[in-house]
């Protein structure tokens, strides 16, 4: 059964603290991806990474950085967090194009609370 | 940037009834999906819908699409109280997905 898991599902952080968010697949999957999911927003793409130690930004990838030193594994960091990145966090992971499978498959996700 | 705009925003319907989501997207795709989130979950992928196709069933779903009109729709059938959820269309240009904001849909008992 295919799995991507995140490292907590409930966390939360005070303003100007390094926060590290963990996602991890076990589908041997190139493409991984980092989200925030907000209330009218729906997801928006923060970073995504093709292959390791590649890294390309999203939509909204300012006060965010990302590492991807495992293919398995794709770490997503706050590196000062602040109260308007309280959200919801989901890392999702899939094959490459050439597969034809697009599909991506999505951890439970994060919730973010930064006081 | 969004994609992706889903109508109606939220929909309320009885159990047995179907459900039919929309959604209009505005640029070049290689493809439509559509996924489901629960109540405080990951997303969970339902369906995918290539270019060139202009229609898919999977089980109770029905997806169709309209490149000329840049639009798809969702029809669930036969509506069942465990089909509440969220629904969310995505475009596909290569690897990455372009989500819209989602449809809330409520089945009542």
């Known amino acids: 059964d295919v799995k991507v898991t995140q490292s907590s599902r409930y966390l939360v952080k005070r303003t100007g603290e390094k926060v590290f968010l963990e996602c991890v697949q076990d589908?041997?999957?190139?493409?991984m991806f980092w989200y925030r999911q907000d209330p009218g927003l729906g997801l928006r793409l923060i970073y995504f990474s093709y292959d390791v130690k590649m890294k390309e930004k999203g939509d909204i990838p300012e006060g965010y950085s990302v590492s991807r030193e495992k293919k398995e594994r794709f770490s997503l960091i706050l590196e000062s967090a602040s109260t308007n990145q309280t959200s919801m966090y989901l890392c999702?992971?899939?094959?490459?194009?050439?597969?034809?499978?697009?599909?991506?498959?999505f951890g439970p996700g994060t919730r973010l609370t930064v006081l | 940037s969004q994609q992706g705009e889903e109508d109606p925003q939220a929909l309320s319907i009885q159990e047995g009834e179907n459900a039919t989501m929309n959604c209009s997207y505005k640029t070049s795709i290689n493809n439509l999906q559509w996924y489901r989130q629960n109540s405080g979950r990951g997303l969970v992928h339902l369906i995918l819908?290539?270019?060139?196709?202009r229609e898919k069933h999977s089980g109770r779903l029905r997806v169709t699409l309209d490149t000329s009109k840049k639009s798809s729709s969702l029809l669930i059938t036969a509506s069942r109280a465990a089909d509440t959820a969220s629904y969310f269309c995505a475009t596909g240009a290569n690897s990455k997905l372009t989500f819209g904001k989602g449809i809330t849909l409520s089945v009542r008992p």
């Open positions: 819908i290539r270019s060139n196709e």
């Open positions: 999702a992971s899939s094959a490459p194009t050439s597969g034809s499978r697009y599909e991506q498959f």
């Open positions: 589908m041997d999957h190139e493409n």
